[in-house]
């Protein structure tokens, strides 16, 4: 049995309190990870072709607001 399985296993016997605070701290972590990446991800350059793409849409006149009916 794997530890993921195990750790399933024992996920399945919390009383409902402790469930609901493990995914509470699940999610947090899950959130961090992907904040940490973003972060990377920008730092690197990554996400550059985001902003090359929103200027030549807005100097196009096709950019448009997110999410729609925001201004």
Same mark, same amino acid.
């Given at each position: 049995?794997?530890?993921?399985?195990?750790?399933?296993?024992?996920?399945?016997?919390?009383?409902? *309190?402790?469930?609901? @605070?493990?995914?509470?701290?699940?999610? $947090?972590? #899950?959130?961090? *990870?992907?904040?940490? @990446?973003?972060?990377?991800?920008?730092? $690197?350059? #990554?996400?550059d072709f985001l902003f090359t793409e929103a200027d030549e849409e807005r100097q196009a006149g096709t950019?448009?607001?997110?999410?729609?009916?925001?201004?």
């Amino acid at each position: 049995m794997s530890t993921v399985d195990e750790i399933e296993a024992a996920i399945v016997g919390l009383p409902p *309190e402790q469930f609901w @605070q493990l995914t509470d701290r699940l999610i $947090a972590r #899950r959130n961090e *990870e992907w904040d940490r @990446q973003m972060d990377e991800n920008a730092r $690197a350059g #990554r996400l550059d072709f985001l902003f090359t793409e929103a200027d030549e849409e807005r100097q196009a006149g096709t950019l448009r607001d997110w999410p729609p009916g925001t201004s």
